[in-house]
């Protein structure tokens, strides 16, 4: 098949109009001239070299950045080189002539695994490592079977044959294998959506429809993909954050869209009501301006592919509000080919928001089941600046699990000012026991309070249980309340019960909204703590006396607050100034000792970041701790058989932040 035959694979009628088309389209100029420099660039830069010392690299010492700088640099190479060559013509030879050289280059790779997703040499597998498949080494299977066939009748044959041998030994011989099983084939996570598309698309593309191996691919690569929906609930949203729903869902998508134009019987398979309310997840947890929720491993600030959610609108009807964009190649640190070939061949800005039009006042409240998230977005009348906060519940046992369980996040403005810190840097530590200890992952980095000096406890038996999800609207008013138990999320034997409640209030017409944070807890008095209770991150606020005691009045709690912009602490608040928002935590007790962390950190690609952590330590026994009089101590919990007063050390302690418009 020819660049200038019609892409049938892609769904794409006449690639050289489409090229053409978008070369003189305003929204792709900085696109286009981003990719033009780059494959300018590898004209006269020599291709990187994987060297054996950075390969041992994460092996020897855990370490896996340079490694994955330049295998991903290498990869990002093609894709320029491949996008220019598709929009030139036969008698232009120096592109095509440097793809040529970095695919054989491709081929000459020791795997196309990263060497962290490798097994360790001491589990003693029987597969060659060329044979191991991971993330990477099935998108690099994908990727130079697409370029195998745009490029058909303009690579040279010898790297036409050396592509096929490549695929065959490295993929298609394990994946036909029924002896040879990969775990990411039974995963419920992003792995067997990303392993098996890229899997698929290879055996759709450069095997013939009777080969029966064909056939042997396809079928388990379609068991992964159940195995991939099985991880969603019917709600549609993704625990793994909104970057692992572009990563497995997008590769979902890219596959069965495919598959589809092979196969049409496979056409429910986009067109599902599941599949409708997971492509509608990014809407759900848009925060404003490009700002999303980023529970577990994701970041703040997304562009999400375009030519993913083109396609998604033309299978499911469902249009996006945020604004059309083009992601420029050198903005994904994987430099995915699967990205930027059908951003360029789907992306159309019919599918997206009018950055003219204005969008209407409202006020929206959504709740998703199944991850326990409740998103409430307002947009105020005047300033038109958008308030949100976003909870969650769920368990400490999730894919790319963060011990959150209760966290918020407080957006106004554009910008997430009480925020979540999402994914930190990967490293072998990131995901080896012990990994509750890095500040992304532990409850000290969220916030979410310290009992007796303790953290949130990890795995599948600390979990939340969701009260009472309740929007209303009264007389002037919209009112949103989201309850949560959150007993099983500390291991703590004095404490019975522990309930947080967030009480969203947005008074009609007015600049400004509420937010009450409620947390109420329930102790066992004279409870003796097991004396290999300790303190399980370290803080600078005073813990020495918080285990091992006989407790006659409540333990003490330490509320904390993450943000990335510097609080001010006045007399009687905490203030949290935005470039357009400012968010008031109202102190209700003079005695609340108040500490700000300067915390210096590193942010997923490893950039230097600056967190503050606001810890609002009580030292009084005071029990009711605030000023709302319709909290009354028996809303703590509701038990079929109460105990006598005595037993119980009830306390509540009030939160109220006020939203405002600079």
């Known amino acids: 098949m020819s660049a200038n035959a019609s892409t049938f694979a892609w769904g794409v009628d006449h690639l050289q109009q489409r090229l053409q088309d978008t070369l003189t389209d305003p929204d792709y100029e900085v696109w286009w001239r981003e990719l033009q420099n780059l494959a300018n660039q590898a004209l006269i830069t020599p291709i990187p070299v994987l060297t054996f010392e950075v390969f041992r690299e994460f092996a020897d010492h855990g370490g896996r950045e340079e490694y994955q700088r330049l295998y991903f640099e290498k990869r990002g190479r093609i894709g320029a080189l491949a996008i220019v060559s598709l929009n030139t013509t036969d008698d232009v030879t120096c592109y095509i002539e440097a793809l040529e050289e970095a695919l054989w280059d491709i081929c000459n790779e020791y795997t196309w695994c990263l060497p962290a997703h490798l097994p360790p040499s001491n589990e003693g597998t029987e597969r060659a490592v060329w044979e191991e498949i991971d993330l990477f080494a099935a998108e690099t299977a994908a990727m130079v079977a697409e370029l195998y066939t745009l490029f058909e009748g303009r690579l040279d044959t010898r790297i036409m044959k050396r592509i096929e041998l490549e695929v065959q030994r490295r993929i298609f011989k394990p994946m036909s294998d029924p002896e040879q099983l990969f775990t990411w084939e039974t995963a419920d996570h992003n792995w067997s959506a990303v392993c098996g598309s890229g899997c698929g698309i290879a055996a759709l593309l450069l095997l013939k429809s009777d080969d029966p191996v064909r056939g042997q691919i396809l079928e388990r690569v379609i068991g992964a993909m159940d195995h991939f929906l099985s991880g969603y609930g019917e709600d549609g949203g993704c625990a793994e954050g909104l970057g692992y729903w572009v990563y497995g869902f997008g590769y979902y998508t890219y596959f069965v869209d495919m598959l589809v134009r092979y196969e049409p019987e496979h056409e429910w398979r986009l067109r599902s009501t599941k599949i409708m309310k997971m492509a509608a997840f990014p809407e759900?947890?848009?925060?404003?301006?490009?700002?999303?929720?980023?529970?577990?491993?994701?970041?703040?600030?997304?562009?999400?592919?375009?030519?993913?959610?083109?396609?998604?609108?033309?299978?499911?009807?469902?249009?996006?509000?945020?604004?059309?964009?083009?992601?420029?190649?050198?903005?994904?640190?994987?430099?995915?080919?699967?990205?930027?070939?059908?951003?360029?061949?789907?992306?159309?800005?019919?599918?997206?928001?009018?950055?003219?039009?204005?969008?209407?006042?409202?006020?929206?409240?959504?709740?998703?089941?199944?991850?326990?998230?409740?998103?409430?977005?307002?947009?105020?009348?005047?300033?038109?600046?958008?308030?949100?906060?976003?909870?969650?519940?769920?368990?400490?046992?999730?894919?790319?699990?963060?011990?959150?369980?209760?966290?918020?996040?407080?957006?106004?403005?554009?910008?997430?000012?009480?925020?979540?810190?999402?994914?930190?840097?990967?490293?072998?530590?990131?995901?080896?026991?012990?990994?509750?200890?890095?500040?992304?992952?532990?409850?000290?980095?969220?916030?979410?309070?310290?009992?007796?000096?303790?953290?949130?406890?990890?795995?599948?038996?600390?979990?939340?249980?969701?009260?009472?999800?309740?929007?209303?609207?009264?007389?002037?008013?919209?009112?949103?309340?989201?309850?949560?138990?959150?007993?099983?999320?500390?291991?703590?034997?004095?404490?019975?019960?522990?309930?947080?409640?967030?009480?969203?209030?947005?008074?009609?017409?007015?600049?400004?909204?509420?937010?009450?944070?409620?947390?109420?807890?329930?102790?066992?008095?004279?409870?003796?703590?097991?004396?290999?209770?300790?303190?399980?991150?370290?803080?600078?606020?005073?813990?020495?006396?918080?285990?091992?005691?006989?407790?006659?009045?409540?333990?003490?709690?330490?509320?904390?607050?993450?943000?990335?912009?510097?609080?001010?602490?006045?007399?009687?608040?905490?203030?949290?100034?935005?470039?357009?928002?400012?968010?008031?935590?109202?102190?209700?007790?003079?005695?609340?000792?108040v500490n700000v962390e300067v915390i210096e950190h590193v942010d997923h690609e490893g950039q230097a970041l600056v967190l503050y952590r606001t810890s609002i330590q009580y030292l009084s026994s005071i029990e009711q701790r605030t000023s709302r009089p319709d909290i009354a101590q028996s809303e703590l919990v509701s038990e079929d058989v109460k105990p006598q007063q005595s037993e119980w050390l009830d306390v509540v302690v009030e939160l109220p932040f006020v939203i405002r418009p600079l």
């Open 284 to 593: 759900h947890i848009h925060l404003s301006e490009g700002v999303f929720v980023n529970f577990s491993d994701s970041d703040e600030e997304e562009i999400l592919p375009a030519g993913l959610l083109s396609r998604l609108s033309e299978w499911t009807g469902h249009h996006y509000s945020l604004p059309f964009q083009m992601n420029r190649l050198m903005d994904d640190p994987c430099r995915r080919w699967a990205h930027l070939i059908r951003n360029v061949l789907w992306a159309d800005p019919r599918y997206f928001a009018s950055t003219v039009v204005p969008t209407p006042f409202k006020n929206v409240s959504i709740y998703l089941p199944d991850l326990q998230w409740m998103i409430c977005k307002s947009e105020l009348p005047d300033s038109q600046i958008t308030v949100a906060l976003a909870t969650k519940g769920g368990h400490n046992d999730e894919p790319h699990n963060h011990n959150d369980l209760g966290s918020f996040i407080i957006h106004a403005g554009g910008e997430n000012i009480l925020s979540d810190l999402g994914a930190g840097l990967y490293t072998q530590a990131y995901f080896a026991h012990g990994r509750e200890q890095i500040l992304n992952i532990s409850s000290a980095g969220h916030s979410v309070p310290q009992i007796d000096g303790q953290e949130q406890q990890s795995g599948r038996e600390a979990y939340a249980s969701v009260v009472e999800p309740q929007v209303w609207k009264e007389k002037e008013k919209e009112y949103a309340v989201w309850k949560v138990d959150l007993t099983h999320a500390y291991d703590h034997q004095s404490l019975h019960q522990y309930t947080r409640s967030l009480d969203w209030q947005v008074p009609i017409g007015q600049e400004e909204v509420t937010i009450d944070c409620i947390d109420q807890f329930r102790f066992y008095k004279n409870n003796n703590l097991d004396e290999n209770h300790s303190v399980s991150y370290e803080s600078s606020l005073d813990t020495s006396s918080f285990s091992n005691q006989n407790y006659t009045t409540a333990p003490p709690i330490i509320e904390r607050l993450i943000s990335k912009i510097k609080p001010i602490v006045e007399a009687d608040q905490v203030r949290w100034q935005g470039r357009r928002a400012e968010v008031c935590l109202n102190l209700l007790h003079a005695q609340d000792k």
